[in-house]
C-alpha cells in the first residue's frame, strides 16, 4: 500500500514516514537498489511484472523536480507554526517540535540538491526550475515554492527570538524575575545589537555590556552552537546525491539531542533557519527586478544582518 501511494502521487503526510519516502522513493529506479526492491517485494507475495511496473510508476512519480517542490510546499504548509508575526512572543504551546523543524529542513533540502547543476533528476532542466525570468510552468513552480519559505524564514526567526526568551526566562537566574515588559525589551535591543554589521557595532558594544547577565549567558551559548554547515554539492560523487544530503540534515538535527544538557529545539532552529536563507540567497537572484518577490525577501533577509541573534546568517542574508 505504501509503494501504492507512492506510484499515485497522493500526497505523502508529514509525518516521520515522509522521511521513509525521501529515500526509498528515488532508489526504486536507481539500478543499484531497484532489483533487490523487485526481489523483496516478490518474497512478499507479489507478482514479479507486478512489482517491476509498481517500481517504474514509483520511479515515474517521484524522480522529478515538480514532485518535490510540491511535497515542500504542502509539507511547509502542514508543518509551519500558525502563528501572529507582530505579536512579541509566541506562545511556548505553538513552538514548532524538533520533529517538524527536521522534516521542513529535509524536503527543502532534497529541492537544493536536485536544483544544482548536474542533478540527478530531470538533470538538463534542473537549473531552470528556479528561472523567474521566463514565463515557464517551472518559472510558476518556484513562484509557488518561494513565498512558502519566505514565510516560513519569518516564522522560524520569530520562534528563535522567543526560543531565547523562555531560555533566559527560564535560567536560575532570571527565575521570575522578569516581566513581559522586559522580555520586549530584550528583543528590541537585540534586534540592533549585531557585533558583525558594521552599522551596529558601536551600538552592540554599548547595548550589550548593559544587558543583564543571563541575557548575556543565553546569547553566548546560542552564538556558540555552530551549524554544521555543508553545500548542496558536498555528496554529488555519491550513488543518491540527494539522499546522502538528506540523511546528512537529518543527523544535524537528531545529533543535537546528546550535545545539550537540556533539551531545546535551539540547535534545529538555527538550522532551519540557516537553510532557509541559503535557499533564498541561492535562488532570488534568478528573479527579475520588478519580481515582489525581490523586495519581499529583502524585508525578510535586511532585518538579519542587523539582528544578535542572528550573527551566523550575516555572510548569507
Avoid at 8 to 30: E, N
Avoid at 106 to 132: H, M, Q, R, W, Y
Avoid at 160 to 179: K, V
Avoid at 306 to 317: G, K, N, P, R
Wanted: charged content about 15%.
Amino acid at each position: 500500500p505504501y509503494l501504492d501511494k507512492l506510484a499515485l502521487g497522493q500526497g505523502m503526510p508529514a509525518t516521520p514516514l515522509l522521511l521513509h519516502s525521501l529515500v526509498w522513493g528515488p532508489r526504486a529506479g536507481h539500478k543499484f537498489f531497484s532489483s533487490w526492491m523487485r526481489d523483496a517485494l516478490v518474497k512478499q507475495g507479489m507478482y514479479t511484472q507486478y512489482a517491476e511496473t509498481l517500481l517504474k510508476s514509483v520511479t515515474d512519480m517521484v524522480n522529478s523536480i515538480r514532485y518535490d517542490v510540491t511535497l515542500a510546499k504542502n509539507s511547509i504548509v502542514s508543518l509551519m507554526p500558525h502563528i501572529q508575526l507582530e505579536g512579541w512572543l509566541v506562545p511556548k504551546r505553538d513552538l514548532p517540535t524538533i520533529m517538524d523543524l527536521c522534516l521542513m529542513d529535509t524536503v527543502i533540502a532534497k529541492v537544493k540538491v536536485l536544483a544544482l547543476p548536474g542533478g540527478t533528476s530531470e538533470t538538463t532542466d534542473l537549473n531552470k526550475t528556479f528561472e523567474c525570468t521566463e514565463p515557464s510552468p517551472r518559472s510558476e513552480l518556484a513562484q509557488d515554492l518561494l513565498p512558502h519559505v519566505l514565510r516560513l524564514t519569518e516564522v522560524i526567526l520569530a520562534c528563535s527570538r522567543t526560543s531565547l526568551m523562555y531560555q533566559i526566562n527560564e535560567s536560575s537566574e532570571a527565575s521570575g524575575g522578569y516581566s513581559l515588559g522586559d522580555f520586549i525589551a530584550f528583543r528590541c535591543v537585540l534586534a540592533v545589537s549585531s557585533s558583525r554589521s558594521v552599522k551596529t557595532q558601536s551600538l552592540s558594544a554599548a547595548l550589550t555590556i548593559l544587558l543583564p547577565a543571563s541575557v548575556r549567558t543565553v546569547l553566548d551559548k546560542w552564538n556558540a552552537n555552530a551549524v554544521t554547515d555543508f553545500p548542496s554539492n558536498t555528496y554529488a560523487n555519491d550513488i543518491i546525491p540527494e539522499e546522502s544530503y538528506v540523511l546528512a540534515v537529518v543527523n544535524a538535527h537528531i545529533s543535537t539531542l546528546s550535545s545539550q544538557q537540556t533539551f531545546t529545539i535551539n540547535p534545529s532552529l538555527k538550522h532551519l533557519l540557516h537553510s532557509l536563507v541559503t535557499f533564498i540567497s541561492e535562488h532570488i537572484m534568478r528573479c527579475e527586478e520588478t519580481n515582489a518577490l525581490r523586495q519581499q525577501a529583502v524585508s525578510v533577509l535586511a532585518p538579519l544582518t542587523l539582528d544578535a541573534c542572528t550573527e551566523y546568517l550575516h555572510d548569507i542574508a
